[in-house]
């Protein structure tokens, strides 16, 4: 399986804050990336695909870049709606493992 | 618009075998490209990949759970079921089905069942 190791696994922010959050994956996966969105009891949303493609109706704040082994998703300016735990999930090869998520907290 | 619900046990016993069906809308299972998959999260913990099968019928397993898991589809009815044998407590978890789109990324997700073992 391909692990994939995200970091930090808790930040806490304010709003309006640039939030960045990384993801490593433990083997080359191209661009075969994607970030989800999970609010508590909810299920996960995609917000990012391919690495850095914008899902439809994805505020524009969120980014997403690299390829390779190592990612990032931004949050340029946090919103109160953003807080949640994001993870991100490699597409390259089944099983398609998710990191270990980050939690996104009211600083 | 496409939907997923998931239906099964809410408790189920140690040792006994889970089967939830996953009853979708919006797609069509027997278009190219398109999956369903399976994807659980214990209580505070991460996603988990189970399952996933395509619309040729060709199915993949997580290595991990692969001894204890089917998964089958039923093109006309919209559903696609998974079973997973031998239940133990650590299985506790919600369980997701999700569509796979044909571009390979998992657009949209169910609600979610919690599944609780114990005896």
């Known amino acids: 399986d391909i692990q994939m190791t995200q970091s930090p696994s808790s930040v806490s922010a304010s709003v309006g804050d640039r939030v960045t959050i990384t993801c490593r994956a433990s083997?080359?996966?191209?661009?075969?990336l994607a970030w989800y969105q999970q609010k508590p009891g909810k299920a996960p949303k995609l917000l990012i695909y391919?690495?850095?493609s914008l899902q439809s109706g994805v505020p524009s704040r969120f980014s997403g870049s690299g390829s390779g082994t190592d990612f990032t998703l931004t949050i340029s300016s946090l919103q109160p709606e953003d807080f949640a735990t994001y993870y991100c999930?490699?597409?390259?090869?089944?099983?398609?493992?998710f990191g270990g998520g980050t939690k996104v907290e009211i600083k | 618009q496409i939907t997923l619900k998931e239906s099964g046990p809410t408790l189920v016993k140690p040792t006994q075998t889970l089967t939830l069906t996953c009853t979708f809308s919006?797609?069509?299972?027997?278009?190219?490209?398109?999956?369903v998959g399976w994807i659980r999260q214990p209580p505070g913990k991460a996603l988990e990949w189970l399952a996933l099968?395509?619309?040729?019928?060709?199915?993949r397993y997580s290595p991990s759970l692969k001894s204890r898991l089917t998964i089958t589809k039923d093109t006309s009815k919209n559903q696609v079921v998974l079973t997973m044998t031998n239940m133990d407590p650590v299985d506790t978890a919600t369980y997701y089905c999700?569509?796979?789109?044909?571009?390979?990324?998992?657009?949209?997700w169910g609600q979610g069942t919690l599944v609780t073992v114990s005896s």
């Open positions: 999700a569509h796979r789109q044909p571009g390979g990324w998992v657009d949209y």
């Open positions: 919006g797609f069509s299972l027997s278009t190219s490209g398109v999956g």
């Open positions: 099968i395509y619309w040729n019928d060709d199915k």
């Open positions: 083997q080359g996966i191209s661009s075969w």
């Open positions: 391919a690495a850095s």
């Open positions: 999930q490699q597409a390259n090869s089944f099983p398609q493992t």
